[in-house]
Structures are given as C-alpha cells and as structure tokens.
C-alpha cells in the first residue's frame, strides 16, 4: 500500500512538474505575441502618400492589419487562459488510479490542450501586419506611389487568395479528421464490450478519441465557413477603391442650371465647377 501511495505520490509529482512547464510556456507564449504585436508598430515614417489611391491603399491597410493584430492577440490569451485553467488539473487528474477521475482528467486535458496547438499560428504577425510594414519601409526608401501601389495590391490579392485555398484544405481536413474521431470515439463511449477490453477501458479510449475530434471538428467547420482576415480586408479595399473610382469619374465641371419656386414668383441659378 506504501509502495502504491509512494508511486502516485511520484506522478502527481511529475505531472505538476510537466503543467508548470506548460503554464510557462503558455504564458511565454502571450507574451511572445504581445511583442511581435508592438514590434509590428508602424515605425515613423517622413513625408506622406502624394498619390490619394495610395493614401488610400495605407490608410485601409493599416486599419486591417491592426485590427487583425487585436484578433490574434485576444485569440492567444483567451486560449492560453484556457489551457492553463483546464491541461495541469487534467492531466492531475488522468494520473490518478480513480477511473472516474481518469475519464474527466482526459476530457479536460484535450480540451484544453488541442485548441493551443491549433491556434499555435496566431503567435505569429499576420500576412497583413507583415505587409503593412513592407509598405512603409518601401516608401520611405523613396520607390514611386505608382509602382509601391501595384506591389502592395498584387501582394495583397495574392496573400487573399493564399488564405482562402489554404482555409478550405484546412476546413476539409480538420472536419474530416474531427468527424470521424468523434464517431470512434462514441463507438467505444456507447456500444457494448469490445472484444476483451473492459468497461472502463473503452470509457478511457472513447473519452480521448471523442475529447480531441470534436475540437478538429469545430476548427474544420469554422474554417469552412468564416472567411480569414486577408480576404474580407481585400474585398473592403477594392470596395472602397472602386467607390472612389466611382466618385472622380461621377464629377463633371459641366455648368449646372436650375429654377426655385418662390411665393410670387420663382428664382432661377446657375452653378459653376472649376
């Protein structure tokens, strides 16, 4: 019985070792993201955009760019928060002989766990926080607004598209991995005895398999249907450049003529554009 309470004693030990390391990690992680964040700042730039389309192509790059840096920074501390709340009391609890215990210690552990490891792309700067830096280095080095613009534009369309060929295969995969993980893993929850398993070891097997495909799946379907950052910036862009199109071209220098009704009598005007 000592040797036993001797050897749980070790491996709680051991993993509250293994989830102080995590926590670590986790927490190093939001702060690694907090300082790509503030290295991505706009560095002080001289001079301003003489070309309005260009004054343009900044003004909506930037505001994308740092509201996808507000994103991914919220992303990471929500899901660190989560993962530091729920892996260390999972894995606790998965080291313990209590079947039960076992069982939620799995659950928690996975669901805390795999949504780190899906997100681990967000600790980075986004394609647009990337670009945006890019831009202004170009132009303070003095390359014309007309070439600058058709560099950021092209870079722009191209990472649009590059996101959302790489969200469908992600979406497909994740959703396809997830699905079937969690109909195994109700397999083993729900059907009787299989094989020479025993109840408590499909109620381990299950709650592992189930715990990590329905996550996958969750990822895989919001990818499929929300549309990235890169995407949705660029339609806003083109949408806003072709309104100003619109604007400059509706404008005419033509006189314009025109007759008020008055009581007793009307007034007549004529305006001028020049």
């Not at 400059?248 to 009598?265: H, I, V």
Request: glycine share 10%; hydrophobic share 45%.
């Amino acid at each position: 019985m000592a040797s036993k309470n001797s050897l749980e004693s070790r491996r709680s030990k051991r993993s509250l070792a293994a989830l102080v390391a995590l926590a670590a990690v986790s927490c190093g992680a939001v702060m690694f993201s907090s300082s790509e964040a503030h290295a991505e700042e706009r560095p002080p730039v001289d001079g301003a955009a003489q070309s309005p389309a260009l004054a343009l192509l900044e003004g909506e790059l930037d505001l994308h760019a740092e509201e996808g840096r507000r994103q991914r920074t919220a992303t990471n501390i929500t899901t660190a928060t989560a993962a530091v709340a729920l892996v260390p009391a999972g894995i606790v609890l998965w080291t313990r002989s209590n079947q039960l215990a076992k069982t939620i210690g799995i659950g928690m552990a996975l669901g805390g766990g795999i949504p780190l490891v899906l997100v681990a792309p967000t600790l980075f700067p986004s394609k647009l926080e990337r670009l945006r830096g890019e831009v202004e280095r170009k132009r303070a080095s003095g390359m014309p607004d007309a070439e600058l613009l058709r560099f950021a534009e092209t870079e722009w369309e191209d990472a649009a598209h590059a996101a959302h060929k790489r969200r469908v295969i992600v979406g497909i995969v994740d959703l396809t991995l997830g699905t079937a993980a969690t109909a195994t893993g109700l397999f083993f929850l729900l059907s009787g005895q299989i094989g020479s398993l025993s109840r408590d070891d499909q109620y381990t097997i299950g709650t592992s398999i189930t715990g990590t495909g329905v996550p996958l799946a969750t990822f895989g379907i919001r990818s499929l249907v929300t549309r990235t950052l890169e995407e949705t910036s660029w339609d806003a862009y083109r949408t806003a450049k072709r309104l100003g199109e619109s604007h400059t071209e509706g404008t005419s220098n033509a006189p314009t003529a025109g007759l008020t009704p008055l009581r007793g009598g009307a007034a007549a005007f004529m305006t001028f554009a020049f």
